[in-house]
């Protein structure tokens, strides 16, 4: 199997931002554009001298002129090619004011009695131009409706982008946790996620869009961990019984704060909808006896039991301030003992066929070589996790 190695960094949200001022700009010399060319055939209805109405087009293709320099300079750097559509509209209603400058020459100088096709008469050939003026005017708004619509978007990802790093940031600063652990849980989450749907377990759930949004939430599963002390956080020894009932909180807290983050955003969040879950349900157990809410089997989300082991793996095989590392194999045996009491046993079967890439993963992003060889292992409750 091949997996993708994203960062929390770099899998969120989009470098590109459309200035809705030039878009303004271009709707409403395209709107100017589209009147003067009515105002011209009133012109013309009223025997308009050749120089008013040479004057009235040289002013028309000027202002297309504009539009469509507004829109070069839009355009600059992006690929779009929403963009490259709405430049080739501005560019023919350039070319369309210039023709018809041309044809009011030839209409100046043709015989009266001149006809073009379909037996139109020559002083009534400038009513064809309305035709291709009307689909370019249609064609211009259409296409930057869309653009202002694909803006809204951009800044919407742009503001979750920047929320998702602000939270980002606020987990690691309360926790002893690297950049590395972040991109070797996500790694570990991917994983197992794509094994569970090559088994046919949960695979209408698994799709590709839940398992980017479960990567990209995997960051914030501890962000509560901003409201326990550092005493009880950074604590060498055992914690004591009332030192474990704060140390739970971390689960709620972090719930707490991610629905904040989507209230202060004013609307709902793929991102920070399944972290919220993965949050709240990352210590819940399989058979009932985790927390908060001790929600058991299938009652707990399934991005929060793909996280859970994700997260127990890589705690056990990392060194901790109140532990020292465990071997792969002697994680993996953890694992296989705690499945269907702690832990969703398909996940853990999932962990157990992928075994041999999580030791790879684990080797190569290393927090400081604390993956040992074979070794004795100092055993510790994997509740701690």
Same mark, same amino acid.
């Given at each position: ?59 028309? #293709? ?40 041309? +044809?009011?020459?030839? /209409? ?43 803006? =809204? ?35 570990? #989450? ?7 749907? =090559?088994?046919?377990?949960?695979? /209408? ?120 590392? +465990? ?5 993996? #045996? ?52």
């Amino acid at each position: 199997m091949k997996y993708r190695h994203t960062s929390a960094h770099q899998s969120v949200g989009f470098d590109l931002n459309i200035a809705t001022r030039s878009l303004d700009i271009v709707v409403a010399l395209s709107a100017v554009i589209f009147v003067l060319n009515f105002a011209f055939e009133v012109l013309q209805s009223y025997g308009a001298s050749f120089s008013h109405r040479a004057l009235m087009l040289g002013f028309i #293709a000027t202002l297309g002129l504009w539009a469509f320099i507004e829109c070069l300079l839009l355009m600059k750097g992006q690929a779009k090619q929403v963009f490259k559509i709405l430049l080739a509209l501005l560019a023919i209603q350039v070319v369309l004011s210039m023709t018809r400058a041309g +044809w009011l020459y030839v /209409d100046l100088h043709a015989p009266s009695s001149s006809q073009l096709l379909l037996g139109i008469p020559h002083n009534k050939w400038h009513l064809l131009f309305l035709i291709p003026y009307i689909f370019v005017f249609l064609g211009i708004h259409k296409t930057v409706v869309g653009l202002f619509s694909l803006n =809204e978007r951009i800044f919407a990802a742009n503001k979750e982008k920047q929320m998702l790093i602000a939270l980002n940031a606020m987990a690691m600063a309360r926790d002893n946790e690297t950049g590395n652990h972040i991109l070797r849980t996500q790694i570990y #989450a991917r994983m197992l996620a794509q094994r569970l749907r =090559e088994m046919g377990y949960h695979s /209408d759930v698994l799709t590709d869009d839940f398992i980017d949004l479960m990567v990209k939430a995997a960051p914030l599963h501890d962000i509560g961990k901003v409201g326990v002390p550092d005493a009880i956080l950074h604590k060498k020894g055992a914690l004591t019984p009332d030192e474990w009932v704060i140390m739970k909180t971390h689960t709620t807290i972090g719930e707490s704060i991610l629905t904040a983050a989507v209230n202060k955003m004013g609307r709902s969040d793929d991102v920070l909808d399944k972290a919220i879950m993965i949050a709240g349900g990352h210590h819940e157990r399989w058979d009932g006896s985790g927390y908060p809410r001790g929600l058991k089997e299938e009652a707990i989300p399934l991005a929060a039991r793909i996280m859970t082991v994700a997260d127990i793996y890589d705690a056990l095989v990392s060194r901790r301030v109140y532990k020292a590392s +465990w071997t792969h194999e002697e994680a993996v #045996a953890e694992i296989g003992k705690i499945s269907g009491a702690q832990l969703d046993p398909h996940v853990a079967m999932a962990f157990e066929r992928e075994a041999a890439q999580f030791r790879r993963i684990a080797m190569e992003l290393a927090d400081d070589g604390s993956v040992r060889p074979l070794s004795a292992a100092i055993v510790v409750e994997s509740s701690l996790t």
